[in-house]
């Protein structure tokens, strides 16, 4: 069989407006014209669910980000309010008892924190 692919392709130059027709060997005869495995309907198809699922893919992708992001947000915007929650705490400890282990703790942590801050 030496007929070859006749579905016009187009290759997304601005010259090419009437494209060319493929010219790979044909496998099959569709709808009166023989086309190559990457044409025919099933070709298309494979192509198209392959295309697809690599779009979902990213499309995942960018809504795990999104969610990140947003809870990186809420943990940046609740931040400073933990940081003012800690101080009173060690300062309501300042009134209580000087040497307490929970105290020392409550100051590393607020040291960390305004560092970050």
Request: with cysteine; net charge positive; aromatic share 4%.
């Amino acid at each position: 069989m030496s007929e070859r692919c006749q579905y016009r392709v187009y290759s997304g130059r601005r010259d090419d407006m009437r494209g060319h027709l493929c010219g790979k060997p044909a496998k099959a005869y569709e709808g009166g014209v023989w086309l190559c495995s990457l044409h025919t309907a099933e070709g298309i198809a494979k192509r198209n669910a392959a295309l697809n699922a690599k779009h979902e893919s990213r499309m995942q992708a960018l809504r795990e980000q999104s969610k990140r992001s947003e809870l990186r947000e809420k943990r940046a915007a609740i931040f400073g309010e933990l940081v003012d929650a800690l101080r009173s705490m060690v300062l309501d400890m300042d009134h209580k008892c000087e040497t307490s282990p929970s105290k020392r703790r409550a100051e590393e942590l607020l040291e960390k924190a305004e560092a970050i801050a």
